[in-house]
């Protein structure tokens, strides 16, 4: 049985929200990093409207024969919409960006752990 069967595809939904905390980790580090930069603007990403997007399906290639090869949705050249914030880079947004970004992805972490544990769980006390 297909892991992703198993939790009624909650573990895929949280794998893909993972890869987008992280790529939106990256662009918020980038910010920083050029915080000095002259002409620089903050980029970043909505987060929900991306997610939901890939959830739907938008955006993925259709297989048109069985041994076409598959693409990931979540493939890090896809196209994000960044939005281009036209404003200098303020440290202290971006700080708060991040800790949330973090917050938020250590939330899913624990989630998807909590799901295996319980898993774990069950098999240990099924045989007893």
Do not use: C, W
């Not at 036209?86 to 973090?102: S, W």
């Amino acid at each position: 049985m297909p892991i992703n069967k198993l939790f009624d595809g909650n573990i895929e939904t949280m794998r893909q929200a993972l890869t987008l905390r992280q790529e939106r980790q990256g662009l918020i580090q980038s910010n920083v990093a050029n915080l000095e930069t002259p002409g620089y603007t903050g980029q970043d990403f909505n987060f929900a409207k991306v997610m939901q997007s890939v959830m739907s399906g938008q955006g993925e290639l259709a297989r048109t024969h069985k041994g076409h090869i598959q693409l990931d949705a979540m493939a890090p050249g896809k196209n994000r919409e960044l939005v281009n914030e036209n404003r200098p880079v303020d440290l202290d947004q971006e700080m708060v960006k991040m800790a949330e970004n973090q917050l938020m992805f250590q939330t899913i972490a624990k989630t998807i752990g909590k799901k295996f544990d319980s898993l774990r769980y069950a098999i240990d006390e099924g045989g007893k």
